[in-house]
């Protein structure tokens, strides 16, 4: 069997094709350009390897993966207004896309240890340190009395109860 050899600029080429905002999906460009869909896709793996945002499958910017939405909230986070826009153009998103994603991302760590608990929760919250409190208080006890036991049993040996 020959392996064909492909020219880089129809590599190129082929890349963008699966890129937004074209996003065509790979069965189709192979059946349009009579390159295999293997080889498509593993130019498409090698593009993705790259950094470059290649969703694949045809799939509209609302599908793609969150590992390839981070990576254009990533790319778009230092961008101005006007830049951002033309950027959102040429990836086939629009900017708000690109602000719910970061929001997205945002959100997915949380603000977990600056999250303030609810009235109901400070009441539970003081009520089992209460319940805590007292229960240690009491483990205290129990450990001090074991101790003072062990200390008269070995002063005055123990005694069988009759």
């Known amino acids: 069997m020959k392996q064909i050899r492909y020219k880089p600029e129809q590599r190129e080429w082929a890349v963008q094709q699966m890129m937004a905002p074209l996003n065509r999906a790979v069965v189709e460009l192979a059946k349009a350009t009579g390159i295999t869909p293997v080889t498509l896709r593993v130019w498409q793996a090698a593009a993705r390897a790259e950094g470059r945002i290649v969703p694949g499958d045809g799939k509209q910017s609302d599908r793609w993966s969150s590992s390839d939405k981070f990576r254009i909230v990533l790319e ?3 961008l101005s207004e006007l830049e ?9 998103v ?6 719910q994603w970061r929001l997205a991302c945002e959100r997915a760590n949380g603000n ?16 089992l340190e ?4 007292k229960k ?5 006890e129990s450990a001090a009395l074991l101790v003072l036991r062990k200390k008269a049993d070995a002063i005055w ?4 109860e009759e």
Not at 85 to 92: A, D, E, F, L
Not at 94 to 99: I, L
Not at 136 to 140: C, M, S, V
């Open 76 to 78: 778009a986070s230092a």
């Open 84 to 92: 951002l826009s033309v950027y959102c153009r040429t990836k086939g």
């Open 94 to 99: 629009y900017p708000e896309q690109v602000t």
């Open 112 to 127: 977990v240890a600056q999250a303030k608990p609810t009235v109901t929760q400070a009441k539970r919250i003081a009520e």
């Open 130 to 133: 209460r319940a805590l409190k």
């Open 136 to 140: 240690e208080a009491a483990l205290k």
């Open 157 to 160: 040996g123990k005694e069988k």
